[in-house]
C-alpha cells in the first residue's frame, strides 16, 4: 500500500471516530433529556416520586449509560484518551442498561402492546439506549480487552439496586417489574432476584467477550 493511501485511510478513521464522538455526546444528551421529559410529564400529573424514578431499572440504566456515553464522547472531541476508568466504567454500564432491556423483554409476555404504550421518550430509555450501546461497543475499537474478574465488579450496582428492591417492596408493596411481586414473599422475590442476576451475568460476558474483538467498523487509531 502507497503511503498516500496510508495517509487517506489515517484521515479516514480519524474523521469516522469523530463522527462517533459527536454522536455519543448527543445520544447521552437525548437520553438525559427523555429522563427529563419523562419526569416532567409524571410531575405534571402528580404521580411523579422521585424514589420510584431512580429507582426503575430502565431509568437508572439508561441514566448512568447517557452520563458515561456522552462523558465518552466528549473526550473523543477533545482528542482525550479514553482512560483507565472509563475502560471500567463504559462496559459496566454497557452491562447493565442491556440487562435491563433484557428484563424489560422478559417481563411481558404481549411485548408488542408493552412497546406501544411507551412513549417516544420510553423508547429512548428502553429500547434506543441499550441498541445504541451495543452497536456501539461492537463497532468502535476504542475499548481495552476485558478480563472475565471484572465481572464481580460490574455486579456491584445490579445487587445494591436488588437490596433495594426486596426490602422496599416487602415494607410498601412497589415492584419495578410483574416479575417482582412482594405479595408473594420471599420466594418469589429471591426466584426473580436470582433471574435478573443470571440475565446480567450472561450480558456481562457477552459484553467482555465483544471487548476481545479486534475487527471492528470505526478505529480510534489509538492503542490502550
Known sequence: MSQKAINRSSNESTTGYQFIGYLRLIVGLVIVAALIFQAWKQVEVG??????????????????????????????????????????????????????????????????????????????????????????????????????????LFLVLPVIWIFFVITRGLSDGWTPFPLFKPEEGFGQLALASGIYLVMFIVVA???VMISKLSNTLIRSGKVY
Do not use: K
Not at 79 to 100: C, H, I, K, N, Y
Not at 137 to 149: E, F, M, P, S
Open 47 to 152: 404521580a411523579f416520586n422521585s424514589l420510584d424514578f431512580f429507582t426503575n431499572l430502565g431509568a437508572i440504566s439508561a441514566l448512568i449509560f447517557g452520563a458515561v456515553i456522552g462523558y465518552s464522547g466528549f473526550l473523543v472531541i477533545v482528542g482525550e484518551v479514553q482512560d483507565f476508568w472509563m475502560q471500567l466504567v463504559r462496559p459496566a454500564a454497557t452491562a447493565l442498561v442491556l440487562s435491563a432491556l433484557v428484563m424489560f423483554v422478559y417481563s411481558y409476555s404481549d411485548l408488542v402492546v408493552a412497546v406501544e404504550f411507551l412513549q417516544w421518550q420510553g423508547v429512548v430509555i428502553f429500547l434506543v439506549a441499550p441498541i445504541y450501546a451495543l452497536i456501539d461497543w461492537l463497532i468502535v475499537d476504542d475499548r481495552a480487552a476485558l478480563r472475565g474478574g471484572v465481572i464481580g
Open 205 to 207: 460476558i457477552i459484553v
